[in-house]
């Protein structure tokens, strides 16, 4: 049989897998994201990981595809990753170096659009070979998969659609520098700054009024009838519909994955999205199909495993 690693590079564990050319998991396990000086620990360490369960698994090398990596930052065809700020990185040839040390094939990339393409090969996308990934979570992140392929971009930021320009009255700046981002809006840190400008706008009672302000805090307030909640929920799905508009007008993907904390409140979040979406997108991509994503944490080791493997 044969097999896969995948490997996902997070600021404070690395998630590894083994799988085979199916896609089923046959082991999975962390070790700790080593910062400190530079991060210059963390290729090394991943090593050690993968050489240490070849030889406990007694596998060979020719039974080994070989290993795919997701890195939090942009990263081009070539695996060379420009700057990963969360885990101390500059430019770096990531596959390269990676490569050099564990003796095997590696293929790198945005650990976004990694679990993107593991969720289209076996999550809420499977069975479609063009797919959105977004995931709503601290920012909005997105990642593109065109004929089964991810979609990285000249310079490894294909699929930043957490920063495509929404609003014009914005006058807050997003983390990126701008005004008026998606992710400034449908993201959980996006929904509580609509949350307290909504209540900084009205009398009304709400129970988001005690306590402190969250993403599941306001989604449960308005499943539960609380009137403002319910206004900031259908505010957050306006700017959520029009950002994937204009997503899908650009791509027209067969189906669009919701992923990411946001996504926790379930299938509620497709009615809160469609009515800005049918208004603004391109008609002919209004078929758009939404699915919410499956694999959750795993989604970036199978997408870093299908990588290496191919079609």
């Known amino acids: 049989m044969?097999?896969?690693?995948?490997?996902?590079?997070?600021?404070?564990?690395?998630k590894m897998g083994l799988l085979d050319y199916e896609g089923n998991i046959q082991e999975s396990?962390?070790?700790?994201?080593?910062?400190?000086?530079?991060?210059?620990?963390?290729?090394?360490?991943?090593?050690?990981?993968?050489?240490?369960?070849?030889?406990?698994?007694?596998?060979?090398?020719?039974?080994?595809?070989?290993?795919?990596?997701g890195a939090p930052g942009a990263v081009d065809s070539n695996g060379i990753i420009f700057q990963a700020v969360n885990i101390g990185w500059g430019r770096?040839?990531?596959?390269?170096?990676?490569?050099?040390?564990v003796?095997?094939?590696?293929?790198?990339?945005?650990?976004?659009?990694v679990a993107a393409l593991g969720e289209a090969w076996k999550g809420g996308g499977r069975g479609h070979g063009d797919?959105?990934?977004?995931?709503?979570?601290?920012?909005?992140?997105?990642?593109?998969i065109i004929g089964g392929k991810i979609v990285n971009g000249v310079a490894g930021s294909g699929g930043e659609i957490g920063h495509i320009h929404l609003e014009d009255n914005e006058t807050k700046r997003c983390?990126?520098?701008?005004?008026?981002?998606?992710?400034?809006?449908?993201?959980?840190?996006?929904?509580?700054?609509?949350?307290?400008?909504?209540?900084?706008?009205?009398d009304k009672d709400s129970v988001l009024r005690r306590g402190q302000l969250s993403s599941k805090g306001i989604f449960d307030a308005a499943k539960a009838g609380d009137e403002v909640a319910i206004e900031i929920t259908k505010k957050f799905g306006y700017y959520l519909g029009k950002g994937l508009a204009t997503c899908a007008t650009i791509l027209n993907p067969e189906v669009i994955v919701i992923?990411?904390?946001?996504?926790?409140c379930g299938t509620v979040i497709f009615d809160l999205l469609k009515?800005?979406?049918?208004?603004?997108?391109?008609?002919?991509?209004?078929?758009?199909?939404?699915?919410?994503?499956?694999?959750?944490?795993?989604?970036?080791?199978?997408?870093?495993?299908k990588m290496v493997i191919g079609d």
């Not at 992923?259 to 926790?264: C, E, F, L, R």
């Not at 391109?282 to 078929?287: E, H, S, V």
């Open 103 to 113: 003796g095997l094939p590696v293929k790198a990339g945005n650990d976004a659009n």
């Open 29 to 69: 396990w962390e070790i700790p994201t080593r910062t400190e000086d530079n991060g210059e620990n963390i290729l090394p360490d991943i090593a050690a990981s993968i050489k240490a369960k070849i030889e406990e698994k007694g596998l060979t090398k020719e039974s080994i595809a070989g290993v795919g990596v």
């Open 131 to 144: 797919m959105l990934m977004v995931t709503l979570g601290t920012g909005v992140g997105g990642g593109i």
């Open 2 to 14: 044969k097999y896969a690693f995948g490997v996902d590079i997070g600021g404070t564990t690395v």
């Open 259 to 264: 992923g990411g904390g946001v996504s926790k």
């Open 92 to 101: 770096k040839n990531l596959q390269e170096e990676l490569e050099n040390l």
């Open 275 to 305: 009515p800005s979406f049918d208004e603004f997108v391109f008609k002919g991509c209004r078929d758009t199909e939404f699915a919410l994503a499956q694999l959750g944490n795993d989604a970036g080791i199978c997408g870093a495993a």
């Open 175 to 202: 983390g990126c520098g701008n005004k008026g981002c998606f992710e400034q809006y449908a993201s959980a840190t996006g929904i509580v700054l609509l949350a307290s400008r909504i209540l900084g706008e009205t």
